[in-house]
């Protein structure tokens, strides 16, 4: 009878063992699986994003109704919000708000980065959505 209770502290040191071995191991695929998805997403958006800009055809910005209309088809399509911004930050189409109703997007990061090098991503939190998001954007030519 007195053998158990060596048996069952040795199976608790066991499993303690494990636990502590396979913990950081756990954290570490945790954060790995995170940042992979957060690459893979950026990289969807910003594809997406360059295709439909090629989509996108050379109509000056104030066919502001064939704009909206280009939001909406392109949103049904890739099953993204589409949010087209003139350089000074204010929407002009939009395909989940109305462009009246939101903010001007010129202080967005993604937005801001774009205009510089062409294209921008961010993750940042949405005021619209209530959590974290991921953004990409592309310059467009009118």
Known sequence: MKKRPLLGGIFLILIAMVVIAIAPLTIFNMQSFTEF?????????????????????????????????????????????????????????????????????????????ALSEGTGTSRRNSATMAHDMMYAAHTLNF
């Open 37 to 113: 998805f957060y690459s893979e997403t950026e990289l969807y958006l910003l594809e997406s994003g360059s295709l439909l800009k090629n989509l996108f055809p050379n109509y000056s910005s104030a066919d502001v109704a064939f704009i909206r209309k280009f939001a909406a088809k392109a949103s049904e399509s890739t099953n993204l919000r589409v949010t087209i911004v003139r350089e000074d930050g204010k929407v002009i189409a939009d395909s989940h708000s109305k462009p009246e109703d939101m903010n001007n997007h010129a202080d967005r990061p993604e937005i801001i980065k």
